[in-house]
């Protein structure tokens, strides 16, 4: 039986790959799983991560069959919420690369990454409602944060689908790019992420979701952190360097 998740080590960053095309990539329990290891080593040694579906979809959402035989005591496991929680946790930035559709639990995936590059045929929006239940693994109060909340309740309460233009222009979508540039856009993106410093790219990811009433003092301490970092003296040497020639 093929791997749920395919993981390819590309030094500065994992390519992690949804390896259930004859499902449209949907999640089930071993890709949670699986996605759970890949999330342990990325705290482990903290690195960015590109999320891309095998064959022309993202993640088509929960698996349906799966997911009807669930009960008050699997929801409240909080099988697909404590993984996505976990995902936006990460140290480093994460960034979904979209293609065809990504529906229910595999849009909530995609919100729970810190960008979203996507294909002209993105389908993007949470059908839960339509099917009994809701979208409980981070839509209902991420989505709000993403694209504000009237677009949000239209999505969640009315089942529009936001198709790539549409998505762009409420930056859901960072960039849309051909199919087969995809992967490669990933990267480009992840370059210009590589090209900072690794300790101050996380200090920002985590003072940035930290509550309002942890601020300033957030702030302070992660800059006085990275105030003493060697990484900080060397760069802002090189910069005066490059600016006095």
């Known amino acids: 039986m093929p791997e749920?998740?395919?993981v390819e080590d590309a030094g500065d960053r994992l390519v992690v790959?949804?390896?259930?095309?004859?499902?449209?990539?949907?999640?089930?329990?071993?890709?949670?799983?699986?996605?759970?290891?890949?999330?342990?080593?990325?705290?482990?040694?903290?690195r960015i991560g590109l999320i891309i579906g095998?064959?022309?979809?993202?993640?088509?959402?929960?698996?349906?069959?799966?997911?009807?035989?669930?009960?008050?005591?699997?929801?409240l496991?909080?099988?697909?919420?404590?993984?996505?929680?976990?995902?936006?946790?990460?140290?480093?930035p994460t960034i979904?690369?979209?293609?065809?559709?990504?529906?229910?639990?595999?849009?909530?995936?995609?919100?729970?990454?810190?960008?979203?590059?996507g294909t002209p045929k993105v389908k993007i929006g949470n059908p839960?409602?339509?099917?009994?239940?809701?979208?409980?693994?981070?839509?209902?109060?991420?989505?709000?944060e993403l694209v504000g909340e009237p677009l949000a309740k239209e999505i969640l309460l009315a089942g529009r689908v936001l198709d790539a233009d549409e998505a762009l222009a409420v930056r859901?979508?960072?960039?849309?790019?051909?199919?087969?540039d995809l992967l490669a856009a990933g990267h480009r993106l992840a370059d210009r992420i590589g090209r900072n410093a690794p300790l101050a790219v996380q200090l920002t990811k985590r003072v940035f979701h930290a509550p309002r009433e942890a601020h300033?003092?957030?702030?302070?301490?992660?800059?006085?952190?990275?105030?003493?970092?060697?990484?900080?003296?060397?760069?802002?040497t090189a910069f005066l360097e490059r600016k006095n020639r």
């Not at 790959?17 to 890949?38: C, G, S």
């Not at 979904?96 to 590059?117: K, N, P, Q, T, W």
């Not at 300033?216 to 802002?236: C, G, N, S, W, Y």
Request: hydrophobic share 45%; net charge negative; with cysteine.
């Open 4 to 6: 749920p998740v395919l």
């Open 17 to 46: 790959r949804l390896n259930r095309p004859q499902a449209r990539n949907a999640i089930d329990q071993e890709m949670v799983d699986a996605l759970h290891e890949v999330c342990t080593a990325l705290e482990a040694a903290p």
């Open 54 to 75: 095998e064959g022309s979809t993202f993640a088509a959402g929960a698996d349906i069959a799966a997911l009807r035989e669930r009960r008050r005591d699997d929801a």
């Open 77 to 92: 496991r909080g099988i697909n919420s404590g993984l996505f929680d976990r995902i936006r946790r990460l140290p480093m």
């Open 96 to 117: 979904a690369l979209i293609d065809g559709y990504a529906l229910g639990g595999g849009a909530e995936l995609a919100y729970a990454c810190d960008f979203r590059v």
């Open 128 to 144: 839960e409602t339509g099917l009994g239940i809701l979208a409980a693994a981070g839509a209902t109060w991420r989505l709000a």
């Open 172 to 180: 859901l979508l960072t960039e849309v790019v051909d199919a087969t």
């Open 216 to 236: 300033p003092l957030i702030d302070d301490i992660a800059q006085a952190v990275l105030f003493e970092t060697p990484e900080k003296h060397e760069r802002m």
